[in-house]
């Protein structure tokens, strides 16, 4: 166990680390790109504290560090940042891919968003962290972004808790998403010849067969689905689940390329540990984070995610068309600000369909992606550093939260008609 340990270098700069998982953390590398950031803020003679930053269902591919370093010669000079790495295992190989798209967005994407932003006032901002440094060589994976937490944003607890955002938190998750959407559509009404080349590099990865393949993610899915099948309590619905789960990534795929009426740079992996929140009693801001999984795709794939794995179904049954309504108010007035009118974008009539025709793919992420939500603490460890490490997990028979979320996601697709359309439309059509 490597706990606290001091190590110095040549130029007397010290790293004290504070983690219980070593074989995960190369000291070589994070102190190499420390002393690069180190030397870009101006700080020659410095020593660092290490932080392991991962818990409950925080991140499965990298390991995520708080690095302070602070000035050996002046006390009060000192930065914090967020080092994002992959862990140094096998699977260091398999998710250089995810590593590789995250750092092009905040190379290629976030810039041009940070660029139209600039005639905005700072309330009306999307927050992004600033990249401060990034490598993508193979076995040298490194993202370290600004501390949001010293700007106030900091992460939900309520995943660890089990407890559900309430109604304020969803609205507040929605306005956002809708203006990081409408980054997508203005970039293209300003710059379309640079839009039409970028959004060719960003196509999904997460469901593309190359990537599968390699990563083993297939496996991943194949699995988080049959054990949600295992807990459904409707014989008859189970049959057609598991019919449909014969294809399940080509269906994903399906549902996750562009569409003929509206696509935007997607997050790919919207839900609440992905996101910073700042609140006070004059403002709640958020900040979204981990874009591994960006997609250029219809804006309804992230809505449809983030409302099937963060909200149960009575929460949607209550609320669900109102939050479509202000996920699409705050759509149209950020266009404003930009004198785009919404109805030459995106009218409400096909955003309406979009968001009916991805209830399947709602559906379907919630199958997949509700053995994490719900893991308890006793799947911690198993959990760290990889989603790979998932498949050696079977479902605790005491989760009752997992069977209640399962079966009430399966009701409600019965009632909306999802899982029929699944069979019917998708499933005969494509195959």
Sequence with gaps: MLDNLTVLDEANMSL?????????????????????VATKIGINDFEYHVESLCGKGDNYIANLFRVVIKDTNEETNSASVIVKTLVNTARQETFHELHKREVEVYEKVIPMFLKIQQVLNEENKVMFPNCVLSRINDGQEILILEDMNLK??????????????NLTEVELILKELAKFHALSLIYKNQEPESFKNLKHEFQDLMFDTKFLNKSQLRKYFDESFEMSLKVVDDFETNKLLRKIGTKLTEILRFYTKPNK???????????VNNILFKKSETEHQLCFLDFQALRYTNPATDIVH??????NS??????FENLLDIYYESLQTFLNLFNLDINNVYSRGHFDLDVKDMLPFGLLIALIELRIVTCTSDDIDALRGSVLALNTIGLPPDNELFRVRVNDVVREAKRNGAISKLVDEVYTSIF
């Design 314 to 319: 009575n929460f949607r049954f209550q609320h």
């Design 152 to 165: 106030g944003f900091s992460m939900s607890d309520k995943v660890a808790r089990f407890e559900q955002l």
């Design 16 to 36: 004290d680390v504070n983690i219980s998982e070593p074989e995960e953390f190369n000291c070589n590398e994070l102190h190499n790109a420390i002393k690069e």
């Design 261 to 271: 009426r509206c696509n935007v740079f997607c997050h790919g992996d919207c839900w």
């Design 306 to 311: 983030f409302l099937f794995l963060c909200t």
